[in-house]
T-cell receptor, first 112, second 115 residues
Framework: AQSVTQLGSHVSVSEGALVLLRCNYSSSVPPYLFWYVQYPNQGLQLLLKYTSAATLVKGINGFEAEFKKSETSFHLTKPSAHMSDAAEYFCAVTATGNQFYFGTGTSLTVIP | NAGVTQTPKFQVLKTGQSMTLQCAQDMNHNSMYWYRQDPGMGLRLIYYSASEGTTDKGEVPNGYNVSRLNKREFSLRLESAAPSQTSVYFC??????????????FGSGTRLTVV
């Protein structure tokens, strides 16, 4: 079975500051991990994905995430927050590619 | 525009009424999915169709049925709506479910209220 836990349902950062959104996973088999972003009244968009290649994954809009097996983590970072980054972010895990398990989401607020 | 199209975007039902949520994708994807999104609970898989002609239950299938009409279309039916089914429903599709999972492409959602 797989699951993810997102620590912090709400995160606030100042514009230009580091963004760090935390995700820890549980999986009995090697996982595939994803980060999605959701803007208000829209569906989810893929930010980046880890599929057992490089452990540091770069995504769109300057985001990246590092897969750390020893810590069972896949935290999402961005060096400098922009106002347009304000959204809800979801971490997800799958082993088969069919059943994805999503975290409960982290709402990111960017303070001007 | 290529993508996943959901209809309707909004719906209000009375308890006990039935309705079908429609989903269509034009990306030649093999797999399609229905999720519901509830505050504080993330997205939960209702049903999925790994390929045309197959459907399987997800985490929360009770009260729902699905039909994979063809490769493009995957509908979700509520036979007798209940207030607990008030939610935002998302359809998604993906190219290859088990041979190197990629990400989903999501529709923009259907906001359903059951009164």
């Amino acid at each position: 079975a797989q699951s993810v836990t997102q620590l912090g349902s709400h995160v606030s950062v100042s514009e230009g500051a580091l963004v760090l959104l935390r995700c820890n996973y549980s999986s009995s088999v090697p996982p595939y991990l994803f980060w999605y972003v959701q803007y208000p009244n829209q569906g989810l968009q893929l930010l980046l994905k880890y599929t057992s290649a490089a452990t540091l994954v770069k995504g769109i809009n300057g985001f990246e995430a590092e897969f750390k097996k020893s810590e069972t983590s896949f935290h999402l970072t961005k060096p400098s927050a922009h106002m347009s980054d304000a959204a809800e972010y979801f971490c997800a895990v799958t082993a088969t590619g069919n059943q994805f398990y999503f975290g409960t989401g982290t709402s990111l607020t960017v303070i001007p | 525009n290529a993508g996943v199209t959901q209809t309707p975007k909004f719906q209000v039902l009375k308890t006990g009424q039935s309705m079908t949520l429609q989903c269509a994708q034009d990306m030649n994807h093999n797999s399609m999915y229905w999720y519901r999104q509830d505050p504080g609970m993330g997205l939960r898989l209702i049903y999925y169709s790994a390929s045309e002609g197959t459907t399987d239950k997800g985490e929360v299938p009770n009260g729902y049925n699905v039909s994979r009409l063809n490769k493009r279309e995957f509908s979700l039916r509520l036979e007798s709506a209940a207030p607990s089914q008030t939610s935002v429903y998302f359809c998604a599709s993906s190219l290859a479910p088990g041979t190197g999972p990629g990400g989903y492409t999501f529709g923009s959602g259907t906001r359903l209220t059951v009164v």
